[in-house]
């Protein structure tokens, strides 16, 4: 029997919709090279919390393309934040995506030169936001994860899981409708991971929508919904019970 909480769910807006998403790469001569994505059909709603997984060769990391805006689909539509991303031009896809979408990737890719509110900053200088409250949101996202207290710092100062938490207040800074993460615990030792997590499942509470790109079984059951790709197309898309 649904729950009042699966009802809620279903009511939420789309962030992402895909219909029958297909992305097929080609040789230089024209033939086909690969299917990577065959035919998806799913919505992701506001509030949803999703581990996307999947073998080698699945097209988990060609999904996380295409829902990233890195990529385009060859068929079918994708519907981001509900707009269709196949009708915009590069230049606004990419002013869209740095609105809507926020990246945190196994490698942290912090500039070694800046400090790490200057580092959350960056996408706002290019969104051309004033600089006083570009420092103002840094520093309110840096505290959100828990580096209220490195100010000041370069990278090379903080430990893995402070660079990683830096990461994570860059990608809040825009305030996306979604968090996109690839394999975020990747480079971390277990303890470190784990801390990681719960800022994610921190996150999640407040209402922020998480799709995380990931192989580790243990990563995904943090996740409320986990969608698992096979061959390019969705094996299973399971959504677990709010006592799971």
């Given at each position: 029997?649904?729950?009042?909480?699966?009802?809620?769910?279903?009511?939420?807006?789309?962030?992402?919709?895909?219909?029958?998403?297909?992305?097929?790469?080609?040789?230089?001569?024209?033939?086909?090279?690969?299917?990577?994505?065959?035919?998806?059909?799913?919505?992701?709603?506001?509030?949803?919390?999703?581990?996307?997984?999947?073998?080698?060769?699945?097209?988990?990391?060609?999904?996380?393309?295409?829902?990233?805006?890195?990529?385009?689909?060859?068929?079918?539509?994708?519907?981001?934040?509900?707009?269709?991303?196949?009708?915009?031009?590069?230049a606004?896809?990419?002013?869209?995506?740095?609105?809507?979408?926020?990246?945190?990737?196994?490698?942290?890719?912090?500039?070694?030169?800046?400090?790490?509110?200057d580092?959350?900053?960056?996408?706002?200088?290019?969104?051309?936001?004033?600089?006083?409250?570009?420092?103002?949101?840094?520093?309110?996202?840096?505290?959100?994860?828990?580096?209220?207290?490195?100010?000041?710092?370069?990278?090379?100062?903080?430990?893995?899981?402070?660079?990683q938490?830096?990461?994570?207040?860059?990608?809040?800074?825009?305030?996306?409708?979604?968090?996109?993460?690839?394999?975020?615990?990747?480079?971390?030792?277990?303890?470190?991971?784990k801390?990681?997590?719960?800022t994610?499942?921190?996150?999640?509470?407040?209402?922020?929508?998480?799709?995380?790109?990931?192989?580790?079984?243990?990563?995904?059951?943090?996740?409320?919904?986990?969608?698992?790709?096979?061959?390019?197309?969705i094996?299973?898309?399971v959504?677990?019970?709010?006592?799971?």
């Open positions: 029997m649904p729950t009042s909480t699966d009802a809620a769910s279903a009511a939420a807006p789309p962030v992402a919709e895909f219909r029958d998403l297909r992305k097929t790469y080609y040789k230089p001569d024209g033939s086909v090279m690969v299917e990577a994505l065959r035919g998806i059909n799913t919505v992701i709603r506001r509030g949803d919390y999703v581990a996307i997984m999947g073998a080698s060769g699945s097209g988990k990391s060609t999904l996380m393309n295409v829902l990233g805006c890195l990529d385009r689909p060859t068929g079918g539509q994708f519907l981001l934040d509900g707009r269709d991303v196949n009708t915009m031009s590069d606004a896809l990419s002013e869209f995506r740095g609105r809507t979408i926020g990246f945190i990737f196994q490698a942290f890719n912090l500039i070694p030169q800046l400090t790490v509110e580092n959350v900053e960056v996408p706002l200088f290019y969104q051309r936001v004033p600089k006083l409250e570009r420092r103002q949101r840094a520093i309110e996202c840096l505290r959100l994860v828990g580096l209220g207290e490195r100010l000041g710092h370069r990278p090379r100062e903080l430990s893995g899981g402070q660079q938490r830096a990461a994570i207040a860059r990608a809040l800074v825009t305030r996306p409708v979604v968090l996109l993460a690839d394999e975020p615990t990747g480079n971390l030792d277990t303890a470190t991971g801390a990681i997590l719960d994610f499942d921190s996150l999640h509470a407040k209402g922020m929508t998480v799709i995380m790109v990931t192989h580790d079984p243990a990563v995904a059951e943090r996740c409320r919904r986990i969608i698992r790709l096979r061959d390019g197309l094996e299973t898309d959504v677990k019970s709010p006592a799971a």
